[in-house]
């Protein structure tokens, strides 16, 4: 027998390989390479290639699908740029209106000033109602907290305790600041009343320590700076009272 | 919205395995699957009933893919080569010569388009045709890739050791 005429192609082989070619020309293919060992070997490469993917994967379409990719899940997903969006439109509101009274107060020294006092305040607007996820890392791991902070802010953060000024401790997050990492402390008094103690690296255009208040409606802000740290003390308290706290919080990080 | 979720559904678990094949990770492929249904659901209204939905899945996924390692252009996904990082249970092993970790190993080493070909040919078994329709190329390209992809695979198959590879993360 003569080899067949035609001349078979790189494609050709590809599809030998796969298996698709049609029966007459599959035959045809075959007695070619009964007389090019060469390629012979090499399409009977490439078939043990095919082989071989279908052994590592197959195992996956047994694999049970996980629950989050089974159908969309509304509160993970689709949720989340409502969510944002309220996020968002929630704090342009509170920072309009708090920068706006600000503004008229007088109270506020320069653009950087108003802007760690509006994050402050906001924060704590945005985080004291949280009632499932207060802070990211409670009070029972308070020195993983302060470790952590410290790193991430580049600095010492050191947690005050303020048991006896009546506060105990919820825990902390990380949050943005307009110098990069910022954290919120919180705490919480036996009736449930919450403070909040923002604290973010100062951008070092100023040094001083004296205690500055502002206010909103109901949120009383003191803030300070003291060294590499600015610090912010909210709450829902009249300015004598949240004077009180903010003194015992210098004295704790002061001793 | 039910029959919608009932059709793309019976995808999920091939979607799944080409996944995992060309992320090499589980974890990094489900999140491949998850961004790829996500953008399915949302856009399915685009979706003609008389084409080919699994073509239509793949297609989304391919975009997904390609978007992410443009992204993450510094750091190329590659395969890890440790025995623990193989997140897929080895079916038992071949007999006859080719070493199935040793394909897993290979495959990090194409590109990402000899890759997606090999797989979408072999694994999925899709037509050239098809292949050529989910990754918008022309059929002479998908066979072009086809041919160079699997005699790279098989050279380094035959070469015994796999180039050293680093997880890049």
Redesign the interface.
């Known amino acids: 027998m003569s080899e067949p005429m035609q001349i078979v192609n790189e494609n050709e082989l590809q599809a030998y390989a796969d298996g698709r070619l049609d029966e007459k020309r599959r035959a045809e293919v075959a007695a070619w390479l009964a007389n090019h060992p060469a390629e012979a070997g090499r399409v009977e490469d490439y078939r043990r290639q095919n082989e071989a993917l279908h052994a590592l994967f197959d195992p996956v379409l047994d694999e049970p699908v996980p629950p989050s990719l089974q159908r969309p899940a509304p509160a993970s997903w689709h949720g989340m740029p409502l969510l944002r969006h309220a996020a968002v439109v929630a704090w342009l509101a509170i920072g309009g209106t708090l920068g706006w009274f600000m503004h008229g107060a007088q109270e506020v020294r320069s653009g950087t000033t108003m802007a760690f006092v509006r994050q402050a305040a906001v924060a704590h607007v945005v985080y004291t109602p949280e009632v499932l996820h207060p802070v990211e890392v409670g009070a029972e791991q308070e020195a993983h907290l302060a470790a952590w902070l410290s790193k991430r802010l580049g600095v010492s953060v050191k947690v005050p305790h303020l048991g006896k000024a009546g506060y105990d401790l919820v825990g902390g997050r990380l949050l943005p600041g307009s110098n990069g990492p910022a954290a919120q402390f919180m705490y919480q008094d036996g009736f449930g009343q919450r403070l909040t103690l923002y604290v973010r690296t100062d951008d070092g255009g100023s040094r001083e320590t004296a205690f500055r208040y502002a206010r909103e409606n109901n949120i009383g802000v003191f803030y300070w700076i003291d060294g590499p740290l600015g610090y912010a003390l909210s709450g829902d308290l009249d300015k004598p009272q949240l004077l009180k706290v903010a003194q015992a919080v210098y004295h704790q990080l002061n001793p | 919205m039910e029959k919608t979720?009932h059709l793309i559904?019976e995808h999920?678990?091939?979607l799944?395995?080409?996944a995992?094949?060309l992320a090499g990770d589980r974890a990094r492929a489900?999140d491949l699957?998850?961004d790829t249904?996500?953008r399915a659901?949302g856009k399915f209204h685009l979706w003609r009933s008389d084409s080919d939905l699994r073509a239509w899945l793949f297609s989304i996924m391919h975009n997904v893919y390609v978007n992410g390692v443009r992204k993450s252009s510094s750091s190329p996904m590659l395969l890890p080569l440790e025995d623990d990082a193989l997140d897929?249970?080895?079916?038992?092993a071949?007999e006859?010569g080719?070493q199935?970790r040793d394909?897993?190993a290979a495959l990090g080493c194409l590109s990402q388009e000899q890759r997606e070909i090999?797989?979408l040919?072999?694994?999925e078994?899709m037509?050239?045709e098809e292949v050529a329709k989910v990754l918008n190329v022309p059929l002479g390209t998908v066979?072009s890739r086809?041919?160079r992809g699997?005699?790279r695979?098989?050279q380094i198959?035959a070469g015994g050791a796999v180039p050293a590879l680093r997880v890049v993360k």
């Open positions: 979720d559904e999920i678990p091939r799944r395995r080409y995992r094949a489900d699957v998850q249904l996500e659901w897929v249970p080895v079916r038992a071949q006859d080719l199935v394909v897993h090999l797989l040919v072999g694994l078994e037509s050239y066979m086809l041919s699997r005699e695979l098989r198959m």
